[in-house]
């Protein structure tokens, strides 16, 4: 159980286009989800946590009008990188936290987004 | 800034040895995490030991954590080739407070 989906696991793009990632959680309830961005050979960087029906909490120096993000249900959350420079291209990973164990974070398996 | 700190940041050793990280972390947690990551994909999760505990097992796996020197240490017996991976070590202050990922080890078994 506890199995998170992440679409598209792979996104090339030109520059000034909007992508949109999405991340499910397909046999359990989130009530919160996680957006992260990873570089390459380097830790998770938050970037900010959504929750259900609410507005995303965003991490310091995350620009808000930048990637937007969605959360409408308890099993979908989504990014949208708006108007993506080659800077935004990296590796981007939802996580989700169940209502019964909030401990435990469970992953997707990360979308690489390419910024041509 | 990335609380965690995990050591080595990278380890290469023989199918069969063990392998052997270290995590410290810089402020009161409830619960510390370990997880892995196979090149370009998500983390999966290894293994939670909370602050009250001393050491915990999971099949192959061995987890300590002193919290008096805020450390931890992940130890993988009988390593296999499938272990090559990143382990990030994450520690949180429980509840629905955010964890936070350490730099990582990044781990070679060469068969």
């Known amino acids: 159980g506890a199995v998170v989906s992440q679409h598209p696991s792979w996104v090339i793009c030109k520059s000034g286009t909007s992508v949109k990632i999405e991340c499910r959680s397909l046999?359990?309830?989130?009530?919160?989800m996680f957006w992260y961005r990873q570089f390459p050979k380097q830790s998770l960087m938050l970037m900010a946590t959504?929750?259900?029906?609410?507005?995303?909490?965003?991490e310091q120096g995350v620009e808000k009008d930048k990637f937007l993000i969605n959360h409408a249900s308890l099993t979908l959350s989504t990014l949208t990188v708006t108007s993506a420079h080659p800077e935004d291209s990296s590796f981007y990973i939802c996580?989700?936290?169940?209502?019964?164990?909030?401990?435990?974070?469970?992953f997707g398996a990360g979308t690489r987004l390419s910024v041509l | 800034s990335q609380q965690g700190e995990e050591d080595p940041q990278a380890l290469s050793i023989q199918e069969g040895e063990n392998a052997t990280m270290n995590c410290s972390y810089k402020?009161?947690?409830?619960?510390l995490q370990w997880y892995r990551q196979n090149s370009g994909r998500g983390l999966v999760h290894l293994i939670l030991?909370?602050?009250?505990?001393r050491e915990k097992h999971s099949g192959r796996l061995r987890v300590t954590l002193d919290t008096s020197k805020k450390s931890s240490s992940l130890l993988i017996t009988a390593s296999r080739a499938a272990d090559t991976a990143s382990y990030f070590c994450?520690?949180?202050?429980?509840?629905?407070?955010?964890?936070?990922f350490g730099i990582g080890t990044k781990l070679q078994v060469i068969p």
């Open positions: 402020t009161s947690i409830n619960n």
């Open positions: 030991i909370r602050s009250n505990e």
């Open positions: 959504s929750n259900e029906g609410s507005k995303a909490t965003y």
């Open positions: 996580s989700a936290r169940s209502q019964g164990f909030v401990d435990i974070q469970y």
């Open positions: 046999d359990f309830q989130a009530t919160t």
């Open positions: 994450a520690s949180s202050p429980g509840g629905y407070q955010k964890v936070t």
